[in-house]
């Protein structure tokens, strides 16, 4: 399976923005729960939200609940994390990642996830 993670910029705080995950494989994205995961300069790479649909469940980090969504479109095969008021805190490398099995969930683990994408960067301006 390969992701790509797509949709970073630069934004001001107090913006939104959405990243999308691709994904090419033979299977549609609601077959995998989805993770979306950030690594900011200097730091390790930390847990933001995921999604399954098998169990039709997300999934979100203290840091980013009440702020970032996700959601998806099996046709388009991708998954989309819905970024709003943003913090400068936010800025950082964004990575989607994927595993096909739901057992356990949720997922909030980097070794939870089997396949993963390029990062999209993000960064929040003050």
């Known amino acids: 399976v390969q992701l790509q993670a797509s949709g970073g910029g630069l934004v001001q705080a107090g913006g939104s923005l959405r990243l999308s995950c691709e994904s090419s494989?033979?299977?549609?994205?609601?077959?995998?729960?989805v993770g979306w995961f950030r690594q900011a300069p200097g730091k390790g790479r930390e847990f933001v939200g995921a999604?399954?649909?098998?169990?039709?469940?997300?999934e979100f980090a203290d840091s980013v609940k009440g702020r970032f969504t996700i959601a998806g479109d099996s046709a388009k095969n991708a998954v989309w994390l819905q970024m709003n008021s943003l913090e400068p805190e936010d800025t950082a490398l964004y990575f989607c990642?994927?595993?096909?099995?739901?057992?356990?969930?949720?997922?909030?683990?980097?070794?939870?996830?089997?396949?993963w994408g390029p990062g999209t960067l993000v960064t929040v301006s003050s």
């Open positions: 990642a994927a595993r096909l099995s739901s057992r356990n969930w949720p997922f909030t683990g980097e070794n939870d996830y089997l396949y």
């Open positions: 999604i399954t649909w098998r169990r039709d469940s997300t």
């Open positions: 494989s033979g299977r549609s994205v609601s077959d995998y729960a």
